[in-house]
């Protein structure tokens, strides 16, 4: 299995800010995923973080609004540009293990914004 | 278009008893169904994984069964704990986007004393 670590792990932050989250895996792998869970709902996915190119964004979700890095196999950022209310959420990160065909996620961080 | 479907959408049980946790979806084409437990303010942690040709998978006092034609998946938890206390998330995978997942809404499970 992968041991996932995120930083920080919650955060309040003031409207208009930004606020970047880290991501490190302990063991290298090919996908990585970032996604967001509202309070109360599921998990979404927000995009695929790809190693060396440009991040995969699902519908909905923009560069813009959440720059996303890679720049290795074991650790990605994810940033919340010009916050609102409405991005207060949990972020989490994830990996897919080939071998055991599953996804493990990072804790989250639980992130307000006023 | 693809769906999870779960229900009860929450479940309250005294601790000892046994619950069914029930999990509908319209995924296609199916490559996986994973159940997977959160406890609250943590990530999501897998608790099973069946493909196509598996209809039951246990975890301990966890066990998943799928009926692939109905297109149904359930997990009981037996002998409930109080750590068993968290959300309960049915998710499946299409095999032509393996990585990508659709979530059900999952199911809140309070176990009281």
């Known amino acids: 299995s992968a041991v996932i670590s995120q930083k920080p792990s919650r955060d309040i932050c003031q409207r208009g800010t930004s606020l970047t989250i880290q991501c490190q895996v302990d063991?290298?792998?090919?996908?990585m995923f970032w996604y967001r869970q509202q309070p109360g709902q599921s998990l979404t996915l927000i995009a695929t973080?790809?190693?060396?190119?440009?991040?995969?964004?699902e519908s909905g979700f923009v560069i813009d609004k959440f720059p996303i890095s890679r720049p290795n196999l074991t650790f990605s950022t994810l940033t919340v540009s010009n916050m609102s209310p409405e991005d207060s959420s949990i972020y989490l990160c994830?990996?897919?293990?080939?071998?055991?065909?599953?996804?493990?996620f990072g804790p989250g961080t639980r992130l307000t914004v006023l | 278009k693809n769906q999870v479907e779960q229900s009860p959408q929450s479940l309250i049980i005294l601790e000892g008893k046994n619950c069914t946790l029930q999990?509908?979806?319209?995924?296609?084409?199916?490559?996986?169904l994973r159940w997977y437990k959160q406890d609250t303010g943590r990530g999501p942690v897998s608790l099973t994984i069946?493909?196509?040709?598996?209809n039951t998978k246990s975890n301990g006092r966890y066990t998943a069964t799928l009926d692939a034609d109905t297109k149904q998946s359930s997990l009981h938890i037996t002998a409930s704990q109080l750590s068993d206390s968290a959300s309960y998330i049915c998710?499946?995978?299409?095999?032509?986007?393996?990585?990508?997942?659709?979530f059900g809404s999952g199911t809140r499970l309070l176990v009281r004393p």
């Open positions: 069946m493909t196509f040709s598996e």
């Open positions: 998710v499946v995978s299409a095999r032509d986007s393996s990585y990508k997942l659709i």
């Open positions: 063991s290298q792998v090919t996908m």
């Open positions: 994830s990996v897919e293990s080939r071998s055991s065909d599953t996804q493990y």
């Open positions: 973080a790809n190693q060396g190119s440009e991040a995969t964004y």
């Open positions: 999990c509908n979806y319209t995924v296609s084409p199916f490559s996986n």
